[in-house]
């Protein structure tokens, strides 16, 4: 299935101004001062980052007490007694003590988006003093409902970036970078007919991109209820696992005008492993589960086969038993996709050209879907060290009567080869993928893709019948030539090339650890490093 498209040439995304740019870029670097004074005072990062989520949420009801969304009494979503007046009528100690009184009363409502921001919420701000800076001289001093969805979501959004470079909370594997989900959602072509999920969505960028994508280009033309049924639930939804990481979000899809406050929350929090999908399937699937192979569970698939762990998931509608986190998702996400609907992961590379499970789950990907294309994605875009990894696009086919395979040919874009990225120095822009969007030609028959002319080109496609052949259908396939290999001044930094040395040698040591653990081993790794 094809994403709807209008009829008409669709409207330009629009490009924000550089006044738009240098007002956000303000208010991140406001907001991250406060975070360095509260870092001092024991505070992580992205605990400072649920801290503003509260009090950013606070702050914007009340400012629009008097012109309620809809029509709506805000009176009734935070009463007086616990409302941001409250707070700022009181100093010191008795802000302190109050405060954590509104956290504790707020998130008794576990079903609504306001329950999902204030879930299991607890005050980190120890110091009354600096609990008051914030209320009073950042928070209180900002009108954020009147800057606007773009100005207000962009510095959040800003703040969770800073946010996931914190690697001693390991808060960047909740992160994927936003040029790349802008270039997975542009080639995905979301449309207004869409469903959309992502069973493991982080801070929700995949879910942002994608209602931006429908905003931009389709709004128009939609109806009111057609509008409204992405703010119920009824057409995008999320699911993350970690409660804190689910409040930012819920806040951040707020701040884009995504949900409602006292409405159904649009993000749950639970192991979306944990269940088949039931009756709630999606026509588009974005994600990018997380990384690391080693896995608490053990799941239960059509092979029969069980791995010893303390709790085990009986999925029949899986066709392998793996403790393997990426296989699981994978598997869940075939599932988790409507008939006729498509999907883009991020998986590591392991998912390729592992045996075992994944050898089983890479045929059935092949036969009973159409794995028409996968982008190999460089190193040094995630914050998390040594991950090689690449986005696999495909469609969910219903069964053929003749038995024939859906998968006829997989295209393969090469990102990686000759590329170097590093998060600081040269990170990844969405200019990178524009040569990947084009040719992949979204919204146009895969029939009109055209092979790179230089055998050495990054854009290669291969046939079922070669795919199938290899070994262990092994898809983790290589042609390109680093043109660095042939020079022996490849014209690096130095400090670039060390990065590079650094990635290769955990990405190695991750692999073998894989391996160790597939055999039974025990290999004493910190995860945080191995991930």
Not at 253 to 273: Q, Y
Not at 314 to 332: G, M
């Amino acid at each position: 299935m094809t994403a709807s498209v209008d009829a008409q040439q669709p409207a330009p995304e629009p490009v924000k101004t550089a006044k738009a740019v240098a007002q956000t870029n303000t208010l991140v670097a406001k907001l991250w001062n406060y975070c360095n004074v509260l870092r001092d005072n024991g505070m992580s990062t992205i605990e400072y980052v649920e801290q503003l989520s509260y009090l950013l949420f606070l702050k914007m009801v009340d400012e629009i007490e008097n012109d309620p969304w809809d029509g709506q009494d805000m009176s009734a979503i935070v009463p007086a007694e616990y409302n941001w007046k409250s707070l700022v009528a009181k100093r010191g100690p008795e802000l302190e003590k109050h405060y954590r009184a509104v956290l504790e009363h707020l998130g008794s409502r576990p079903d609504t988006t306001i329950g999902t921001i204030f879930a299991d919420a607890q005050n980190r701000i120890t110091k009354p003093a600096l609990l008051e800076k914030l209320v009073v001289d950042l928070i209180g001093r900002q009108d954020w409902s009147m800057t606007g969805t773009d100005l207000k979501g962009d510095a959040y959004e800003g703040l969770l970036n800073k946010g996931a470079s914190d690697t001693k909370t390991g808060a960047g594997q909740y992160f994927t970078p936003r040029p790349l989900i802008d270039a997975i959602v542009d080639v995905m072509q979301p449309g207004p007919d869409d469903t959309i999920t992502d069973p493991a969505c982080g801070t929700g960028g995949f879910l942002i991109a994608a209602h931006a994508y429908i905003r931009d280009h389709h709004m128009k033309t939609m109806s009111l209820d057609e509008r409204r049924a992405y703010d119920n639930g009824r057409k995008i939804w999320g699911n993350e696992l970690v409660t804190g990481t689910a409040r930012l979000a819920a806040m951040n899809m707020l701040l884009h005008d995504i949900g409602k406050s006292d409405g159904p929350s649009l993000i749950t929090v639970g192991d979306a492993l944990a269940d088949k999908p039931s009756g709630k399937h999606a026509s588009l699937v974005l994600a990018n589960p997380p990384f690391g192979r080693k896995s608490a569970i053990s799941v239960i698939g059509q092979d029969g086969d069980v791995e010893k762990e303390d709790i085990q998931y009986d999925r029949d509608d899986f066709t392998a038993t793996t403790t393997n986190k990426q296989l699981n998702f994978l598997q869940h996400i075939m599932s988790l996709t409507a008939i006729g609907g498509r999907a883009a992961v991020v998986l590591p590379d392991n998912v390729l050209f592992e045996g075992g499970a994944g050898e089983k789950i890479r045929r059935k990907l092949l036969d009973e879907f159409d794995l028409h294309t996968v982008l190999k994605l460089p190193t040094g875009i995630f914050y998390a060290g040594g991950v090689k990894a690449n986005v696999l696009f495909f469609e969910k086919k219903p069964p053929r009567a003749d038995g024939k395979p859906h998968t006829t040919d997989t295209w393969f874009y090469d990102l990686r080869t000759g590329q170097h990225f590093t998060l600081k120095q040269r990170p990844l822009t969405r200019a990178h993928l524009d040569d990947f969007v084009a040719a992949y030609r979204p919204g146009e028959p895969r029939s009109t893709r055209v092979e790179s002319e230089d055998e050495n080109g990054p854009f290669r496609k291969f046939g079922y019948d070669d795919l199938i052949a290899r070994d262990k259908v092994n898809l983790d396939i290589t042609w390109m030539k680093d043109p660095a290999l042939d020079d022996a001044d490849s014209g690096l930094p130095p400090e670039v090339i060390a990065e590079e040395i650094v990635r290769d040698l955990q990405s190695a040591l991750n692999e073998f650890t894989a391996i160790a653990r597939s055999l039974g081993g025990e290999v004493d790794v910190p995860e945080a490093e191995v991930e």
